[in-house]
Antibody, heavy 123, light 106 residues
Framework: QMQLQESGPGLVKPSQTLSLTCSVS??????????WSWIRQHPGRGLEYIGN???????YYNPSLKSRVTISLDTSKNQLSLRLSSVTAADTAVYYC???????????????WGQGTLVTVSS | DVQMTQSPSTLSASVGDRVTITCRAS??????LAWYQHRPGKAPKLLIY???SLQSGVPSRFSGSESGTGFTLTISSLQPDDFATYYC?????????FGQGTKVEI
């Protein structure tokens, strides 16, 4: 059974770097049939796409966050990571990791998500 | 960015009711639309992909349809487990975008 679990500090100070990990079980992150994403949801608001990574290392970042985001894979630990630098209160959100399907046509829907982790940016 | 306008934001219904949620895209997304169910404290769950394909294991009371840039999620007979928030998601144009969500409440 595929499971994704986000982890990391629940509180980050302004101007610091937010670092989260998503541990994947029940399947390999090196499987070429999938890509891996981070999504966030600000309190009381909708979902915002942060970006994705394929097992080859190819990445996409939302232009609104591109200058501050890094997504990476650790195949030895079967984990993906998110780093968001220079955070402000506007980065307070629940952060989700998700697995999406990939085929020759491109990237598609998310078939598994984590439960999400709340990160608060405050001094 | 593609704007996804989802309605209603809140929906009050009873067990057994037929429920319809709509999502409209600001431009063509070629049917690359998914619907997710999200219960508090749980991981979002994929219900429908490519506008009308039912995800494996999802009850057949859930269905999706498409008409141009408009998309509909229908629950034919609402069950107690279905009280949740539902989101649409377009994956045709970067950045992927989502509807604002529809909370289905008793």
């Amino acid at each position: 059974q595929m499971q994704l679990q986000e982890s990391g500090p629940g509180l980050v100070k302004p101007s610091q770097t937010l670092s989260l990990t998503c541990s994947v079980s029940g399947g390999s992150i090196s499987n070429g049939g999938y890509y891996w994403s981070w999504i966030r949801q600000h309190p009381g608001r909708g979902l915002e796409y942060i970006g994705n990574i394929y097992y080859s290392g190819s990445t996409y970042y939302n232009p609104s966050l591109k200058s501050r985001v890094t997504i990476s894979l650790d195949t030895s630990k079967n984990q993906l990571s998110l780093r968001l630098s220079s955070v402000t209160a506007a980065d307070t959100a629940v952060y989700y990791c998700a697995r999406g399907l990939s085929d020759r046509r491109g990237y598609h829907q998310f078939d598994y998500w984590g439960q999400g982790t709340l990160v608060t940016v405050s001094s | 960015d593609v704007q996804m306008t989802q309605s209603p934001s809140t929906l009050s219904a009873s067990v057994g009711d037929r429920v319809t949620i709509t999502c409209r895209a600001s431009q063509s997304i070629s049917g690359y639309l998914a619907w997710y169910q999200h219960r508090p404290g749980k991981a979002p769950k994929l219900l429908i992909y490519e506008a009308s394909s039912l995800q494996s294991g999802v009850p057949s009371r859930f269905s999706g349809s498409e008409s141009g840039t408009g998309f509909t999620l229908t629950i034919s007979s609402l069950q107690p487990d279905d009280f949740a928030t539902y989101y649409c998601h377009q994956y045709n144009h970067y950045p992927w975008t989502f509807g604002q969500g529809t909370k289905v409440e008793i």
